[in-house]
């Protein structure tokens, strides 16, 4: 893990209150320097809300979550414009959307029109309301999760929704051990008391400074080379956009800031290659009857690129 004081503290604050998850917490913060967005799967009570919520707290900042329901509006998550018969003046109620982390839970739970309220928020920073467009906080991070596709009342999440997602994990339940910590601590853990190790100022000027690490010509090119290669990949249907090939580029920068180093190698493209390409890729129906997952094209296709020299 990077030698950064300030990376070392949040990952230290958040270590205290998260059994295991060690790849997710370095994928979250990847995701805040990147200021990218992240797609969490995985079972039900595998502690989602809890690390979001600690994450938000260790940086210093707002955390707000939202249920997604099939009756939900784009108002209940952007905010309204109402009336104040007191001052005779119209005023803006903001929505759930305004904080640094937002988990939104259940994604796929919600309709079309209600998960389409966070395209502009997630791509531009910003919402619009009436007509008028506001600027989010900075830093500013998406975590949604989604339930099993075709589950009882959910709504597939269309390719322009998913590729807004720059990265993907799939979450696991605990080993043994890590469980057998959970139950022994969760008094503590159920009401953890989160310091505030960093702020948002600070994470700006990390942000600005993974901007900074050097990407070669060849490494470049072998981010090129993946993406390529997997759009003509027998298994795939629909391939991974160009969007994939800049957060590959820019997950990378992060993963080679987090190491300590001002340049990237081709390990951590491999490093980012399943967080951001595996949830991008559709599989032909006969491979997915197969088993065949997404991962395991992704996994093959890095075995089968070139690496080079950098």
């Not at 051990?177 to 960093?198: K, W």
């Not at 890729?281 to 996994?299: F, G, H, R």
């Amino acid at each position: 893990m990077s030698a950064n004081p300030i990376i070392k503290r949040i990952v230290s604050e958040v270590s205290k209150y998260i059994v295991g998850m060690k790849d997710v917490i370095e994928l979250m913060l990847i995701a805040v320097l990147t200021e990218g967005h992240i797609l969490l799967e995985g079972p039900p009570g595998t502690g989602k809300t809890l690390l979001a919520k600690t994450f938000a707290g260790a940086i210093g900042g707002t955390f707000k979550r939202i249920q997604m329901t099939p009756d939900l509006l784009p108002a209940d998550i952007l905010g309204t414009v109402y009336y104040d018969m007191a001052t005779g003046s119209w005023k803006l109620k903001k929505g759930p959307i305004f904080a640094n982390v937002v988990l939104v839970d259940e994604l796929n739970r919600a309709t079309p029109k209600a998960q389409s309220a966070l395209l502009e928020a997630m791509q531009e920073m910003q919402v619009s309301i009436e007509g008028s467009t506001i600027k989010l906080p900075r830093p500013f991070l998406v975590i949604a999760t989604q339930i099993p596709y075709g589950g009882e009342g959910t709504y597939p999440l269309t390719d322009v929704q998913i590729d807004r997602f720059a990265y993907s994990i799939n979450l696991t339940y605990p080993a043994r051990d890590e469980e057998l910590e959970i139950i022994a601590r969760i008094d503590e853990l159920e009401h953890p008391n989160v310091r505030p190790v960093a702020s948002p100022t600070d994470l700006e000027v990390l942000i600005e400074q993974v901007k900074a690490v050097k990407v070669s010509d060849p490494v470049k090119k072998y981010i090129l080379d993946i993406v390529g290669k997997l759009r003509g990949a027998e298994e795939v249907s629909a391939g991974p956009g160009p969007r994939a090939s800049i957060w590959l580029y820019k997950g990378s920068r992060a993963a080679a800031f987090l190491e300590g180093r001002s340049y990237v190698i081709p390990d951590d493209v491999k490093r980012m290659a399943v967080p951001v390409l595996a949830h991008r890729l559709k599989l032909k129906p006969e491979y997915l009857a197969d088993n065949v997952t997404s991962i395991n094209v992704v996994l093959r296709i890095l075995e089968e690129v070139e690496v080079p020299l950098y």
